[in-house]
């Protein structure tokens, strides 16, 4: 591929000459009536000096190989969003039939973490299709293109804005319990009104992936081009409301929690802080690396190109890593804000029995073998952060 720019200009001058070659016989082998055309063509002073023809090929640039990146793409990413699609599947699922077979939507955090597991579940289910564009060649036509990436991007928003308004809440709760507690009968209902408002602005923050999503080079992509200026616009949104907003009102809200939890009895505060510091380290795992390496993709395609072909096959490599990190959130948010609660897990622990999963004995043991061997009263008031 690399002889490509230069063996392109030399079979040009070779047709070139060629073709002048073959008018010159044409016309020595052939009579032509004085006046047939009010065109008279005079071949004998067409002529060319290709002894001294020269050109720079110092202006063309070396194609960028990026066969290397493709043939890991294929392995990596459709292995790792079979992963991410079957552990995501079974633990939002999970949540999803706890909460409706418990009738659990008792709090605001109860709704909030519905509707996360929806938007989860959501995602999921798009993940076979990534890992099929990801493999071979995109034959699902561009209705399907357009509804993957939609699927992608209102999940996404959502569930980014349903994580901070779960901040604000537990914040409320906790650091602000007197002013909360006398909304506490309207809790439910403005949770879901709050979920509402939250799907619709994800829509609408998804309303260029409807639109620009295209089939390109047998490709689903929302851009035209490495160098698309409308790349360059969805990708700072999404960095700026996807993740620095979140990250900015997660820590305002967490840091406040943590400071009133100091004041509360050792067991509680120790766990909750152990909850939250758990909750902010996969927030920024999975967002932080990849976020960054979408910051640095947005400045190369602001820029017009890559600096050379080793940067850009490495920036892609990143890119495609870290996406599938954070693509990991959607798996890691039902152990995390749903099965680490106590009474969450005790419920999920009875549906299983109930599902035939587990047996009476199992479950009797999970259930008090823990509370007897924590050596205290394990109850909703010793997880004072989680449902």
Known sequence: MRYLPNLLPAVLIWLMHFKCCL????????????KTSSLNYDY?????????????????????????????????????????????????????????YFKRLKTM??????????????????????????????????L??????????????????????????????IAKAVSAHRYRSKAV???????????????IFSIPEMR???????????????????????????????FALPLLIMSICYSSIIQTLSKARSFERNRAIKVILA?????????????LVLFLNTVVTAQGRAVDCDFENNLLYATDVTQCVAFLRCCLNPFVYAFIGVKFRHDLLKLMKELGCMSQSRFVRYKYGRRRSSGATETETTTTFSP
């Open 44 to 100: 004998d002073n067409f002529t060319m000096d290709f002894e001294n023809f020269s050109m720079d090929y110092s202006e063309y640039n070396n194609y960028c190989v990026k066969e290397s990146n493709r043939q890991f793409r294929r392995w990596f990413m459709s292995t790792f969003y079979s992963i991410i699609f079957f552990l995501g599947l079974t633990g939002n699922l999970l949540v999803i039939l706890t909460f409706f």
């Open 144 to 173: 399907v293109c357009k509804a993957m990436h939609t699927i992608y991007k209102v999940s996404f928003y959502s569930s980014m804005f349903i994580l901070s308004f779960i901040s604000v809440e537990r914040y409320f709760v």
């Open 212 to 242: 620009y999503t295209t089939v390109n080079n047998k490709t689903c992509t929302p851009y035209s081009s490495n160098s698309d200026k409308l790349r360059v616009s969805i990708q700072s949104t999404q960095i700026v409301l996807a």
């Open 189 to 203: 209902f403005l949770s879901k009104v709050s979920s509402a408002a939250i799907w619709v602005m994800a829509l």
């Open 279 to 291: 909750v902010v380290a996969v927030f920024l795992v999975c967002q932080v690396p990849y976020n």
């Open 23 to 34: 008018f010159q016989h044409e016309e020595n082998t052939t009579s032509y009536p004085e």
């Open 109 to 142: 955090t109860d709704v909030f973490l519905l509707n996360l597991s929806f938007a989860d579940l959501l995602f999921a289910m798009s993940l076979p299709f990534w890992a099929a564009n990801s493999m071979a060649e995109w034959v699902l036509g561009l």
